[in-house]
């Protein structure tokens, strides 16, 4: 009788963790259409998931010249890669307020330190990641009184 109890107990908790991982991952499709760039990295930190978006604004050509997103035209771009992060709170809401930072240090040890500005739902930075290796990227993000830290790597080809 023992036995029979405790297969009950696993399978109905193993149905409700299935069930719930359905309806988490359903929660977190948030207008992807919308996004500025492509998606480079995700990341869950204490129930919150960080979602980032990489763009080279130098592909942005229009008639041979770069494109004036954002103000960035320019013969060469001092910081051509716009990076978003995009939040969503552990209910599976997008986080639109809060103060978000990056750290990005380049395999050639020059250290980038930019505070996110607020724009399409989620936070963007522009920065220089032209020399080809790997970024250590760390992310802080304060949002009210949770404080968020993340980090990880990207290589540039």
Same mark, same amino acid.
């Given at each position: 009788?023992?036995?029979? !109890? +405790?297969?009950?107990?696993?399978?109905?908790?193993?149905?409700?963790?299935?069930?719930?991982?359905?309806?988490?991952?359903?929660?977190?499709?948030?207008?992807?259409?919308?996004?500025?760039?492509?998606?480079? =990295?995700?990341? !869950?930190?204490?129930?919150?998931?960080?979602?980032?978006?990489?763009?080279? $604004?130098?592909?942005?050509?229009?008639?041979?010249?770069?494109?004036? =997103?954002?103000?960035?035209?320019?013969?060469?771009?001092?910081?051509?890669?716009? @990076? $978003?992060?995009? @939040?969503?709170?552990?209910? =599976?809401?997008?986080?639109?307020?809060?103060?978000?930072?990056?750290? @990005?240090?380049?395999?050639?040890?020059?250290?980038?330190? @930019?505070?996110?500005?607020? /724009?399409?739902?989620?936070?963007?930075?522009?920065?220089?990641?032209?020399?080809?290796?790997?970024?250590?990227?760390?992310?802080?993000?304060?949002?009210?009184?949770?404080?968020?830290?993340?980090?990880? +790597? =990207?290589? /540039?080809?």
């Amino acid at each position: 009788m023992k036995k029979l !109890m +405790t297969s009950i107990i696993t399978l109905t908790a193993a149905a409700l963790i299935l069930t719930g991982s359905a309806f988490a991952m359903e929660g977190h499709d948030m207008k992807s259409s919308d996004r500025i760039g492509d998606l480079f =990295h995700e990341s !869950m930190v204490d129930g919150y998931m960080l979602s980032y978006y990489l763009m080279d $604004m130098r592909d942005q050509k229009k008639d041979g010249k770069a494109s004036d =997103h954002s103000g960035h035209a320019a013969k060469e771009m001092d910081k051509p890669h716009h @990076i $978003m992060v995009y @939040i969503m709170d552990k209910n =599976h809401k997008p986080v639109l307020k809060g103060k978000v930072g990056f750290l @990005i240090k380049g395999a050639d040890g020059k250290t980038q330190k @930019i505070m996110g500005m607020y /724009m399409s739902e989620g936070f963007g930075i522009t920065a220089d990641m032209k020399k080809k290796g790997e970024y250590a990227i760390t992310t802080k993000a304060v949002l009210g009184d949770v404080k968020l830290m993340d980090k990880f +790597t =990207h290589e /540039m080809k």
